[in-house]
């Protein structure tokens, strides 16, 4: 009994000290067991289905490296950059932006192979167009590739959500995500140059390397094309709506560049300080500050001072509306411009040429024969090279504004130091001297137009001659 009782004993300890060691349960509140949510599904699915059509570029360009110290020849060396694309048609061929591949003497294209893994290709430049910056690439995979549909940037609105793809600092299929943050943002250059286009600005994350990638909205289809990065600013980038892709990949893929329609004047944006100028009662169209002598617009009829309301019937209630029907025309098209004419309506027809070289060469002033002139409280002289590539003109033409004084005729107008003066009224002026003879002929007491151009955008100002 005694051996009995001690046995009952021991295994009455170890189950007690079992008890002791067993664990504990969580000492805080366990979220009940739920499906994932439906957003988040979602865009897990989103990205799984997009990334097998999006590709990582890298270029490789002869950049020159400057001259030995002793005045040799400046020598060759490769730069190569980084990029994004998307296939957008099974036979290989591929949508990116044209500063991506600017210049490259080579492409090569990263794609995601059939077992999972990179698959590397060279890559053909089919065509390019700066104006849009878009570029159509084709590969040759010897099997039919994975393609990402093209919606339209008008199927978003702000706030709503959408997937960024590509390869930001190299880093191959990087998905970011984030929200349209505006739609027609159309007072920025990202690229320095002014596009026919309004961009779609977002807060998903864009960086170096994200370029020629796709925006995707939450049906998976591309409305954009990532484009540029803000610099100064976090959770600022744009894209390009693949809208402007779609008016020019036609044209690409069969002549490899865009030949779009030129109308051969410049507008402005009808705001209520111009529209009272032109003694406008209505803010809709937009307004002709300058017609190219000898261009189709001239030819056909159009003058300063018209109010464009349309273009084959489609509105035109920004300038940015009329570069976009440029985009969308081909040269030697004829289009018919609904015109208001100090209030009376008119219709012109006007047959559209290529667009003539931005590069042409033209005479420059140098600063010895560049004439000083004083107007009305400033300092003009000839435009030089520099001032007319900031301006964004081909040739030097203009007025130079040197300085301002303040509360002067030209300084209560709005002008300011770097202004090009183009045109005083309809005159156009082709150097200081012209300025202030053109100047010298307005009446005491008068109020006109005095057309300048600022960066590369043309304004309309109102200058009181005391």
């Known amino acids: 009994m005694t051996s009995g009782w001690a046995l009952a004993l021991v295994f009455g300890a170890l189950a007690a000290d079992a008890a002791v060691e067993k664990p504990a349960g969580p000492f805080w509140v366990e979220a009940r067991p739920r ?79 059939l077992d999972g893994h990179p698959e590397e290709r060279r890559a053909t430049i089919v065509g390019q167009d700066s104006h849009t910056d878009i570029a159509l690439l084709k590969v040759e995979a010897g099997r039919p590739l994975p393609v990402l549909p093209l919606g339209s940037a008008d199927d978003v609105e702000v706030a709503d959500w959408v997937v960024v793809v590509g390869n930001p600092f190299g880093l191959t299929q990087s998905v970011t995500v984030g929200v349209v943050s505006y739609k027609g943002r159309d007072d920025v250059v990202p690229s320095g140059r002014t596009g026919y286009y309004d961009y779609l600005q977002t807060d998903a994350p864009i960086n170096p390397g994200n370029s020629g990638g796709p925006i995707l909205d939450m049906q998976g289809d591309v409305v954009a094309i990532a484009n540029a990065v803000n610099v100064a600013g976090q959770g600022i980038g744009f894209g390009v709506p693949i809208d402007v892709a779609k008016a020019v990949l036609n044209r690409l893929k069969t002549t490899g560049s865009v030949h779009r329609g030129w109308m051969g004047l410049t507008v402005l944006d009808l705001t209520p300080e111009i529209a009272t100028v032109f003694k406008e009662p209505s803010f809709s169209g937009v307004i002709v500050s300058e017609v190219d002598r000898g261009g189709p617009a001239e030819e056909a009829g159009l003058r300063v001072g018209d109010v464009i309301a349309s273009i084959d019937g489609r509105n ?37 040429r290529d667009a003539p070289p931005e590069t042409a060469e033209a005479p420059t002033a140098t600063p010895d024969d560049s004439e000083q002139s004083s107007v009305l409280g400033g300092t003009v002289s000839d435009v030089d090279r520099d001032a007319a590539t900031k301006a964004g003109l081909s040739r030097t033409i203009g ?55 600022r960066g590369r955008a043309t304004l309309a100002l109102t200058v009181e001659k005391p």
């Open 399 to 453: 007025a130079l504004v040197r300085d301002v004084s303040p509360g002067g005729p030209l300084a209560l107008a709005g002008v300011v130091e770097g202004d090009v003066v183009l045109k005083v009224a309809e005159s156009t002026v082709a150097n200081a001297r012209e300025l202030a003879g053109r100047m010298a002929e307005v009446r005491a007491g008068t109020r006109f137009r005095l057309f300048v151009r």
């Open 35 to 113: 499906p994932v949510a439906r957003q988040r599904g979602r865009l897990a699915s989103l990205a799984h289905s997009a990334l097998p059509a999006v590709v990582s570029l890298t270029t490789t360009a002869r950049a020159p490296k400057p001259g030995r110290p002793d005045g040799g020849a400046a020598r060759d060396d490769h730069a190569r950059g980084l990029g994004a694309g998307f296939i957008i048609n099974p036979d290989g061929y591929i949508l990116t932006s044209a500063h991506v591949i600017e210049d490259a003497s080579e492409v090569s294209v990263e794609l995601v192979g």
């Open 316 to 352: 035109v209630p920004r300038a940015q509306s009329l570069r976009w029907e440029m985009v969308k025309a081909e040269a030697g098209e004829r289009v018919d411009v609904a015109v208001r004419r100090e209030g009376q309506p008119m219709q012109l027809e006007v047959q559209l």
